[in-house]
Every structure is written in structure tokens, then in C-alpha cells.
């Protein structure tokens, strides 16, 4: 399995939540701005690490499921998320 990283620059987030749709572990979080839960799909039992500053928020999975997060980061507005693999 591929460990990949997904990042959410809070500058450039704008709140849409177009993210939110794509992958269920994109959630509302403070100040309306988009954070990651890996508890927030109520369908997968999803592990990760998330670290949630004042300006990004850095969440690491190892699973299947890059492809969604990088449906999240294609569908959003401002180009507020990046996805990339990370070596494990
Ligand atoms: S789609 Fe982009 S701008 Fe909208 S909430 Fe998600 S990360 Fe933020």
C-alpha cells in the first residue's frame, strides 16, 4: 500500500466543501474551514495521523485510498489540498 500525505493549506481554503463530498474523511472544522478526520467515513475503519496547526492541516494514511483523496484535492476551488505518496 502506497503511505501518501494530504495537506490542506488554510489560506487557501474558502470553506466550499467540495473536498467534503468526494471523501468522507474531509470534515467542517474550526473557523469553517475543511480539516481531516479519519474517523469521519462512517463506512472504512480508517487509521492516520493527522496534525492540524493554525496553518495546514498534514494527515498521513497508509491504505487504498489516495485515489479519493485525490478526487477531494481535484475537485477543490483554490487548490487548498495536495495529495502526494511519501516514502514509507
Ligand atoms: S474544497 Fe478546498 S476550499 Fe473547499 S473546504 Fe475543501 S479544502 Fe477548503
Do not use: N, S
Request: proline share 6%; charged share 35%.
Amino acid at each position: 500500500m502506497p503511505r501518501y500525505e494530504i495537506t490542506i493549506e488554510k489560506d487557501a481554503c474558502d470553506g466550499i466543501f467540495a473536498c467534503l463530498t468526494r471523501d468522507p474523511r474531509f470534515v467542517e472544522g474550526e473557523r469553517g474551514l475543511a480539516t481531516i478526520d479519519p474517523d469521519g467515513d462512517p463506512i472504512y475503519d480508517c487509521e492516520g495521523d493527522v496534525t492540524d496547526t493554525a496553518e495546514r492541516v498534514v494527515a498521513t494514511f497508509d491504505d487504498d485510498r489516495m485515489d479519493e483523496a485525490k478526487q477531494a484535492a481535484a475537485a477543490c476551488p483554490t487548490d487548498a489540498i495536495v495529495v502526494k505518496e511519501v516514502d514509507g
